[in-house]
């Protein structure tokens, strides 16, 4: 069973970079077969998705957020991570990670738990 | 890129169904049938329920389903149960450049 499990400081001050790590256990994140996604939530609203990340590399971004992220991987850690940077109070947010098949698109099958990230100074 | 609308809110009694919509444009729902739904209980993650418009994964019950027509999508709750008390949320595949648009989420209550 495959789990993710996001990770990072719960508290950023305005201005700085956000940065949060997604553990991928229960499968290789090296595969073919999936992308590994970023999806925010500001308390009380809707979802947000943020970019996805290839075991080739190849990144995609929403195109709102796309000049202060950036998605990477790490297959050693089995870990993909995300950098926001610049931020400020209305990135507060929970942000989770996903999983998304590959063979079509919006098919986020397997997300973590979310994580609370507070922007302020 | 705007979101998607969804009702805010539909309620139904245990055993009826419900439908909510999901409305967008010819950018989105409708010029791709890309449309998912996800379900998502207070605190926790969303959880995948309807994909490519009508199918469901494994362990969903069949009393989901998903339909499209023209830039309104909707998905159906048949048989209403206590336990489908959530807030749902649309999903679209907005071409290469936006790639996914979300709804702006609906609460379901069982009366």
């Known amino acids: 069973q495959v789990q993710l499990q996001e990770s990072g400081p719960g508290l950023v001050k305005p201005s700085q970079t956000l940065s949060l790590t997604c553990t991928v256990s229960g499968g290789s994140i090296s595969t073919d077969s999936y992308y590994w996604s970023w999806i925010r939530q500001p308390a009380g609203k809707g979802l947000e998705w943020i970019g996805r990340i290839y075991i080739s590399g190849s990144t995609n971004y929403n195109p709102s957020l796309k000049s202060r992220v950036t998605i990477l991987l790490d297959t050693s850690k089995n870990q993909f991570s995300l950098k926001l940077s610049s931020v400020t109070a209305a990135d507060t947010a929970v942000y989770y990670c996903?999983?998304?098949?590959?063979?079509?698109?919006?098919?986020?099958?397997?997300w973590g738990q979310g994580t609370l990230v507070t922007v302020s100074s | 890129q705007s979101a998607l609308t969804q009702p805010r809110s539909v309620s139904g009694s245990p055993g009826q169904s419900v439908t909510i919509s999901c409305t967008g444009t010819?950018?989105?729902?409708?010029?791709?049938?890309?449309v998912s739904w996800y379900q998502q209980y207070p605190g926790k993650a969303p959880k995948l329920m309807i994909y490519?418009?009508?199918k469901r994964p494994s362990g969903v019950p069949d009393r989901f389903s998903g339909s499209k027509s023209g830039n309104t999508a909707s998905l159906t709750i048949s048989g209403l149960q206590a336990e489908d008390e959530a807030d749902y949320y649309c999903n679209s595949y907005a071409g290469s450049y936006t790639f996914y648009v979300f709804g702006t989420g609906t609460k379901v209550t069982v009366l």
């Open positions: 490519d418009v009508s």
């Open positions: 010819s950018s989105d729902v409708g010029g791709y049938n890309y």
């Open positions: 996903a999983r998304e098949a590959v063979a079509t698109e919006g098919r986020f099958d397997y």
